[in-house]
């Protein structure tokens, strides 16, 4: 079975410092890799996905992950982060064959005005 | 169009009664899923229906909970005798396309259960 692990629970940055968040997973076949995010008070929401090419994909409000296969790893990166964008991150992986959805424990991000 | 819907937003039962949550999917979705969100965790799946029958059902943690779709559309998940450790919000989601390579899904609002 396919699991998820993401490195950091709390994050805590300021306006327009740069954003890594970690996320690995252990499954040795074909996967297709997610990030959503729940802003405080809303359900949750896809920001990006990865399901084959180019390994870094760009989501919606400027975020971008890289998947690299060989250290399983699907981490998201902002460049420059914003008051808005606290919230909570989830990393999540779906094996190829299965239609369900394995989260990680998810980061809660607070970015500090 | 509307996304999906969940309800109540918000349930308060008893330890040992019986409760329902409901799920509305968006409308041309097949495939309908079933998690749970404890405190601190993720969601954990718990079941997933393709139409009308559950293709998955191993998330479910025992024999007190059970899921029905009828009519391949709104969902019910029911918990019977409810414990204290049934406290979560219980999310459903649905998709477009199922059990192929891409799996896109859509979040409701979740429900979230307290059982005193």
């Known amino acids: 079975a396919q699991s998820v692990s993401q490195h950091n629970h709390h994050v805590i940055l300021s306006e327009a410092a740069s954003l890594e968040l970690g996320c690995n997973y252990s499954y040795g076949g074909t996967v297709n890799l997610f990030w959503y995010v729940q802003y405080p008070g809303q359900h949750l929401q896809l920001l990006l996905k990865y399901f084959s090419g180019d390994p870094l994909v760009k989501g919606i409000k400027g975020f971008e992950a890289e998947f690299i296969k060989s250290k399983f790893s699907f981490n998201l990166r902002k460049p420059s982060v914003q008051w808005s964008d606290t919230a909570e991150y989830f990393c999540?992986?779906?094996?190829?064959?299965?239609?369900?959805?394995?989260f990680g424990k998810g980061t809660m991000l607070l970015v500090s005005p | 169009g509307a996304g999906v819907s969940q309800t109540p937003s918000n349930k308060v039962t008893e330890k040992g009664k019986y409760v329902e949550l409901r799920c509305d999917p968006i409308s041309g979705h097949t495939a309908l899923y079933w998690y749970r969100q404890s405190l601190g965790q993720g969601p954990e799946f718990l079941i997933y229906?393709?139409?009308?029958?559950?293709?998955?059902d191993s998330g479910l943690p025992n024999d007190r909970f059970f899921a029905v779709r009828p009519e391949g559309s709104v969902s019910t998940l029911k918990i019977q005798r409810t414990e204290r450790g049934d406290s979560a919000v219980y999310l459903c989601?649905?998709?477009?396309?199922?059990?192929?390579?891409?799996?896109?899904?859509?979040f409701g609002p979740g429900t979230r259960l307290t059982v005193l």
């Open positions: 989601a649905s998709s477009s396309i199922a059990g192929a390579l891409y799996n896109e899904q859509f």
């Open positions: 229906f393709q139409g009308t029958g559950a293709a998955d």
């Open positions: 999540a992986v779906n094996a190829n064959g299965y239609s369900t959805l394995t």
